[in-house]
């Protein structure tokens, strides 16, 4: 069965730091590039940032470029958010996803993990 | 990176049809053809309905189908039934190598 499990999620104070997982099986995960996206409470769909297949492109939202780092293992099918300078709107539920056709990026997302809780507060 | 415009409600009554809109600009929905949508359950990840404009994934319901005119897509439920209403939410790929989603709409069924 292809499935993503998302962990490090949390509470962080704000100006903290947190480094997010997504643990993948069921499908050849180098072949697929994932993405992170997020979900604030009541609210919609945001888009974070993603990377490619072999981890060589990377892209991110203007609301976290410079803040967070996107980064794979592909030798452990493990994918990586670094977020740093945590701000209270960075507040949410995380997900990561992949794209639904090897070496697509940024076109559908077929397979969603359950997500992590993110809190920023003090 | 502005979400895309989608309208905040629609509802209908069981075996009816509704469409909900997803307006964007000329450098993404009207740009590319990579406009995708998902629909999400209350405390549940988004499920992949439509991508690539009109396609569907394997084991969606024919019930749902896509269409763009412009910078504008649209998503089509026939044949409403119970378990469609959910969030619905367009996205779209954009000429800065970015992905912006829409605002989402909530469905409701009469």
């Known amino acids: 069965e292809v499935q993503l499990l998302e962990s490090g999620g949390g509470l962080v104070q704000p100006g903290g730091s947190l480094r997010l997982s997504c643990a993948a099986s069921?499908?050849?995960?180098?072949?697929?590039?994932i993405n992170w996206a997020r979900q604030a409470p009541g609210k919609g769909l945001e888009w974070v940032s993603v990377?490619?297949?072999?981890?060589?492109?990377?892209y991110y939202a203007d609301s976290v470029k410079g803040r967070f780092t996107i980064s794979r293992d592909n030798s452990m099918n493990t994918l990586y958010l670094q977020m740093n300078s945590l701000r209270a709107e960075d507040t949410a539920v995380y997900y990561c996803?992949?794209?639904?056709?090897?070496?697509?990026?940024?076109?559908?997302?077929?397979?969603w993990g359950q997500g992590t809780m993110v809190t920023v507060s003090s | 990176q502005s979400a895309l415009t989608q309208p905040a409600s629609v509802s209908g009554s069981p075996g009816q049809s509704i469409t909900i809109s997803c307006t964007g600009t000329?450098?993404?929905?009207?740009?590319?053809?990579?406009v995708s949508w998902y629909q999400q359950h209350p405390g549940k990840a988004p499920k992949l309905m439509i991508y690539?404009?009109?396609n569907r994934p394997s084991g969606v319901s024919n019930r749902f189908s896509g269409s763009k005119s412009g910078n504008t897509a649209s998503l089509t439920i026939s044949g409403l039934q119970a378990e469609d209403e959910a969030d619905y939410y367009c996205?779209?790929?954009?000429?800065?190598?970015?992905?912006?989603f829409g605002g989402g709409t909530k469905l409701t069924v009469l």
């Open positions: 990377i490619s297949g072999s981890g060589g492109s990377t």
């Open positions: 996205s779209s790929y954009t000429t800065s190598n970015t992905l912006v």
């Open positions: 000329s450098s993404d929905v009207g740009y590319y053809n990579y």
């Open positions: 069921g499908f050849t995960f180098s072949n697929y590039a």
């Open positions: 690539d404009v009109s």
């Open positions: 996803a992949k794209e639904e056709a090897a070496r697509h990026i940024l076109d559908a997302f077929d397979i």
